[in-house]
């Protein structure tokens, strides 16, 4: 989604909003939108609700882990997602339904999605496909689980991914494009 297509689905003032794990790597400015975030839930009575798929929160915990290694401290964190009144939300039943229309709407048979995976470690690893075309053993990501996430939630998702996972989810948009949005919200209101 373009800046003024968010800005529009901002203003309907009751919106979910999903964070990918690329979306979260800089601290200070995840916490800088959601400061803004909740400034116009009070002032203008939103209801933007800022969230973080389960699956996106332990990438995020496990680069905070390597970073900080033994000052790492995860009640500390969850506290402090809490007073920025972001939800860790869970993967349920229904959230993998969600990732397996979308994994069927792209690859309808076994074949396909096989080969899909395959296609992708091999671009990741940087060689020919050919190569590992006979290993049915290539995983998929954790990106499809995240996109089916915010499809069955009706989520705007927050990521700077373009990867075929996410190519299905029609309420999407990068963070500079919603930071964008959110400042041009907080201008229009004040």
């Not at 373009?2 to 964070?19: G, P």
């Not at 900080?68 to 959230?95: C, N, R």
């Not at 993998?96 to 076994?110: K, N, P, W, Y």
């Amino acid at each position: 989604m373009n800046k003024d297509e968010v800005v529009a689905l901002l203003r309907t003032s009751d919106v979910k909003i999903a964070f990918d794990t690329n979306a979260l790597e800089s601290d200070r400015r995840f916490n800088q939108l959601c400061n803004s975030i909740n400034r116009i839930n009070q002032k203008f009575r939103f209801q933007l609700q800022l969230t973080i798929p389960t699956l996106a929160y332990f990438e995020k915990l496990y680069h905070l882990k390597q970073k900080y290694s033994d000052s790492y401290d995860f009640d500390l964190i969850l506290k402090g997602l809490q007073g920025k009144q972001v939800q860790i939300m869970s993967f349920e039943p229904i959230h993998a339904e969600g990732v397996v229309g979308l994994i069927h709407t792209q690859f309808s048979t076994r074949e396909e999605w096989l080969a899909a995976k395959i296609k992708r470690c091999a671009k990741c690893l940087g060689i020919n496909e050919k190569i590992v075309s006979g290993s049915k053993k290539c995983s998929a990501t954790v990106d499809w689980l995240i996109a089916g996430y915010a499809i069955k939630e009706n989520s705007l998702l927050i990521t700077n991914d373009q990867g075929i996972e996410f190519k299905d989810v029609n309420k999407k948009t990068t963070l500079e494009i919603f930071e964008q949005a959110i400042q041009e919200l907080l201008v229009d209101k004040i």
